[in-house]
C-alpha cells in the first residue's frame, strides 16, 4: 500500500519561497502521477500541480504557473514543489496525491482521480 507523507510547510512573508516534499512510503513511485492540491479554509481542494511519472510531463494550474516548480527525484521516490514569489492567496493546506496508474492529460487536474492522499501541510503567507 502507498503512503504519502508531506513535509515543508511553514510560514513566510508575501514574496518569499517555500519547498514542499512528497515521499512515497511502502512502495515507491513508478507509473503514477503525483499531484499537488490545495485547500484554504472554507473552499474547495483545487489542483496546483502535478508530474507524470512515465513520461515526465509537468502541469500547473494558471495561478502558480511561472512561481511555482515541481520536480521529481526518483532515486528517492520523492516529488518536490518549490513554491517562489507566493502570494496571500497562496495560504492554504496541501496535499499530496497520486494515482494508482498513469492519468490522461484530461484527467490530471480532477482530484478524484486519485487514490492515495497525504495528510497535508499547513502553509501560510502573512506580512
Known amino acids: 500500500q502507498l503512503q504519502l507523507v508531506e513535509s515543508g510547510g511553514g510560514t513566510t512573508q508575501p514574496g518569499g519561497s517555500l519547498r514542499l516534499s512528497c515521499a512515497a512510503s511502502?512502495?515507491?513511485?513508478?507509473?503514477?502521477?503525483v499531484a499537488w492540491f490545495r485547500q484554504a479554509p472554507g473552499e474547495e481542494r483545487t489542483f496546483v500541480a502535478a508530474?507524470?511519472?512515465?513520461?515526465?510531463?509537468?502541469y500547473y494550474a494558471d495561478s502558480v504557473k511561472g512561481r511555482f516548480t515541481i520536480s521529481r527525484d526518483s532515486a528517492k521516490s520523492l516529488v518536490s514543489l518549490q513554491m517562489n514569489r507566493l502570494l496571500s492567496e497562496d495560504t492554504a493546506i496541501y496535499y499530496c496525491?497520486?494515482?494508482?496508474?498513469?492519468?490522461?492529460?484530461?484527467?490530471?487536474?480532477?482530484?478524484?482521480?486519485?487514490?492515495?492522499w497525504g495528510q497535508g501541510t499547513q502553509v501560510t503567507v502573512s506580512s
Open positions: 496525491a497520486a494515482s494508482s496508474g498513469r492519468l490522461i492529460t484530461g484527467r490530471i487536474r480532477w482530484k478524484d482521480d486519485y487514490d492515495y
Open positions: 511502502g512502495r515507491t513511485f513508478s507509473r503514477n502521477t
Open positions: 508530474v507524470r511519472l512515465s513520461d515526465n510531463d509537468k
